[in-house]
């Protein structure tokens, strides 16, 4: 059972995770897409797995349903047709949703403590409980995976089924899919498969078979079998060379401690201050006013706190009760 | 009660009420301990096999509901996988079939047996008992009076040719193979199943 001892990642904490133990085998989820038919099995499983119901959608003309991944759609099946050059028509079907990135940019990117956890296992989950919103994990995915949920403001993903793989199990999309698309394994497991599978591939015909393990977001534990690994652009836009923004980098490295500096001097700034000057002297409010009060031939007047001493009788306490210029 | 406070003492209880608020959203707050992120959700449900009622493949499910069957528990399903132990589908669902708890819990679901009256617009609920009494008083009729022994040329045929018979598609072997004994045995021809659909 995971536990939060297991966590080796979490979003803007600076508490050194545990890192001592080194013997938690790496899980993986191996997409084949040329074993695809599209039947959204998966789609449902991560649906009545995840407690989720998505809104029924509307056909645009394509079999997307729906046309993109949503707070309630945490895997969505993508169809393209491409057409090569001899003239033959590809329908290329592929299983979009969290690549689990071995440096995932959606945790870089969190400013919210703990809404985003990296497990010893490689799956990077997201504690909706500490999500604050703002959107920062669409910004730092290369893969453009999470959504903000119109309904409550809080930022959703595939989780790996991180609570089934906890218990021993494999995620429900591996498990419903009945074509042997999706497979689910240690990742050392996972690469001889997709290995096996590119050389079988290959011998059919598609010279450029290849695996999909991004090493510019230091590996992903989702990875596909690609007929045509050298163009992953192609299946509906994956990208070939994935990286995470500049701009997390820029927010996390550079502009982070230089803010965090300046409230640090600021707030040394005053200690040093009140040392050497000591505590700002102020003058007692309520002798200040009458005192002013009664130079100006007033009325003293009350302070501003209820005060039965100093009410005249059948008088109401009203703006006649205070001197001119007195009005704080 | 007197509560003196100066304008001036408001501000500073007020903006130290608001500086502390803000740490504490900005995460300077002490975190709550968490035994794990996501909490299994099958441990200790009632695990049931069964069959998928779609198609004829026929794939095994496992029907997990809560509560141990204890007697004053109400049982309710609330979760269908696959049945890995099945040698059909080996824990594989189709969308359908990964789809079934929605299909237990349907409202459109038919959950009794209805008939609706000759001349009528309107289903009527009535029992089971009474369901099956009506469809062998139908059958019977109609075998009493339709059933063939003998062809023109003599030959015997024990012929029930006026009545079919549908089976569902996710019988197992034995219950198929029961159903086609019964049906045949009563010499009905019209035979199919769900199977072609």
Redesign the interface.
């Given at each position: 059972m995971i536990n939060s001892q297991n966590i080796i990642a979490r979003s803007a904490t600076t508490t050194e995770p545990p890192q001592v133990r080194s013997h938690v085998e790496e899980v993986a989820k191996l997409i084949d897409v040329s074993k695809c038919i599209g039947c959204k099995a998966c789609q449902v499983a991560c649906m009545e797995w995840n407690d989720l119901r998505d809104d029924v959608g509307e056909c645009h003309g394509t079999y997307d349903n729906p046309t993109d991944l949503t707070a309630e759609s945490w895997t969505v099946m993508r169809f393209s047709e491409h057409e090569s050059a001899d003239g033959n028509l590809e329908w290329l079907i592929r299983k979009d949703g969290c690549m689990h990135c071995a440096e995932p940019g959606c945790l870089k990117a969190c400013p919210a403590p703990g809404a985003i956890v990296q497990y010893a296992n490689g799956i990077v989950d997201f504690d909706s409980n500490h999500c604050i919103g703002c959107g920062y994990c669409i910004t730092g995915c290369p893969f453009d995976i999470p959504r903000i949920s119109p309904k409550d403001q809080k930022s959703y993903k595939c989780t790996l089924c991180s609570d089934r793989v906890n218990a021993g199990m494999e995620p429900a999309c591996v498990k419903t899919c009945p074509t042997n698309c999706i497979e689910f394994g240690t990742k050392t497991d996972m690469l001889a498969r997709a290995e096996k599978r590119v050389g079988d591939l290959k011998a059919l015909g598609f010279r450029d078979a290849g695996i999909y393990d991004p090493a510019g977001v230091g590996g992903t534990h989702v990875m596909y079998v690609l007929h045509h690994a050298d163009d992953p652009n192609r299946y509906s836009g994956l990208p070939k060379d994935p990286r995470i923004s500049p701009l997390v980098g820029a927010w996390k490295g550079v502009t982070k401690p230089i803010m965090s500096a300046i409230i640090g001097i600021t707030a040394f700034a005053g200690v040093i201050h009140y040392m050497t000057k000591g505590p700002k002297e102020e003058p007692e409010d309520s002798p200040e006013e009458e005192h002013r009060a009664t130079r100006d031939g007033g009325v003293p007047p009350a302070s501003l706190g209820y005060d039965a001493t100093r009410r005249r009788p059948g008088a109401g306490r009203n703006a006649d009760d205070r001197p001119q210029g007195e009005d704080r | 009660m007197?509560?003196?406070?100066?304008?001036?003492q408001f501000f500073k209880l007020g903006g130290a009420g608001l500086a502390s608020s803000s740490l504490a959203m900005m995460?300077f707050a002490p975190?709550p301990?968490?035994?794990?992120?996501?909490?299994?959700?099958?441990?200790h449900a009632k695990e049931t096999r069964n069959t998928c009622t779609y198609c004829s493949v026929g794939c095994g499910i496992l029907i997990y509901s809560k509560g141990d069957g204890s007697k004053n528990v109400e049982q309710n399903v609330f979760?269908?996988?696959?049945d890995?132990d099945h040698p059909v589908?080996r824990?594989?669902?189709?969308?359908k079939?990964?789809?079934l708890?929605?299909f237990v819990h349907s409202k459109g679901r038919l959950a009794y047996p209805q008939v609706r009256e000759a001349g009528s617009d309107e289903w009527k609920r009535i029992s089971w008992d009474e369901a099956l009494g009506r469809i062998a008083r139908h059958m019977k009729d109609d075998r009493d009076a339709n059933f063939v022994q003998r062809n023109a040329q003599g030959q015997t045929v024990n012929h029930w040719t006026t009545t079919g018979f549908l089976a569902a598609s996710g019988s197992s072997n034995e219950a198929g193979y029961i159903t086609h004994k019964v049906v045949r045995n009563l010499g009905m021809v019209a035979f199919d199943n769900q199977a072609r659909v």
């Open positions: - | 007197a509560i003196n406070v100066t304008r001036r995460g975190e301990a968490e035994a794990s992120i996501r909490q299994f959700k099958l441990t979760h269908i996988e696959g890995p589908s824990g594989s669902l189709c969308p079939g990964a789809g708890l929605d």
